[in-house]
């Protein structure tokens, strides 16, 4: 009896002086983290041919994207391409309040421009809700702002003509776009616009 009693004050003990007495009491630690290759801002097809080779491809093979070009189709996206931190797409009086999301196998990660990195935002392989594509970017913006659109269609025109100028397959896409609205948390007036699948072309 007195073997039990002993257990039961040190266990009591530790939970008062926050020592970890099982799952529950551990700590959520910050976002998982993935740092991105530096994008390439050099080089590539000539601007008119990649406009006359520009077409949406709904069928494109499992093969992952490279960690290159996922750098370079996030930073035509909405990567930042000035010291004074404005990006390559415009927003309303520069707002930049938009997101982008990588749907991967891994998990759907957000773009973090600044540091060119991936924060994980839900881990999950959620590629089937978007028509298994080894790749879908989601572009968000506020839904009752009239601009959200145009920010997002210029985001989605300028990975379409990067993903021309390399050869990856790439269609546009609204129906099943908001598959991940609830788990995304999104800023409150948020939503996902456009869901944009990429892979290699069979």
């Known amino acids: 009896m007195k073997h039990i009693v002993s257990i039961l004050c040190l266990a009591l003990l530790l939970g008062m002086t926050g020592f970890p007495l099982g799952p529950a009491r551990v700590a959520a630690g910050p976002a998982e983290t993935a740092a991105l290759p530096k994008p390439d801002m ?109 920010h997002v269609g210029s985001m989605y025109q300028n990975v379409a003509l990067y993903c021309a100028s390399v050869g990856l397959g790439d269609v546009v896409k609204i129906t099943g776009r908001g598959g991940l609205d609830s788990a995304l948390k999104l800023p409150e007036g948020y939503k996902i616009l456009v869901a944009h699948s990429i892979g290699r072309p069979k």
């Open 42 to 150: 050099s080089g590539g097809m000539p601007l008119m041919e990649a406009l006359a080779k520009r077409r949406s491809t709904r069928t494109v093979s499992g093969e992952p994207i490279s960690e290159r070009d996922l750098s370079n189709l996030l930073w035509a996206a909405w990567g930042i391409n000035r010291p004074d931190g404005k990006r390559t797409v415009p927003t309303a009086r520069n707002r930049q309040d938009a997101r982008v999301f990588a749907v991967l196998e891994s998990g759907v990660w957000l773009y973090d421009a600044a540091a060119n990195a991936l924060v994980k935002a839900v881990d999950i392989d959620a590629r089937s809700r978007f028509g298994g594509a080894p790749l879908t970017l989601l572009y968000a913006a506020r839904a009752d702002d009239e601009t959200g659109g145009m």
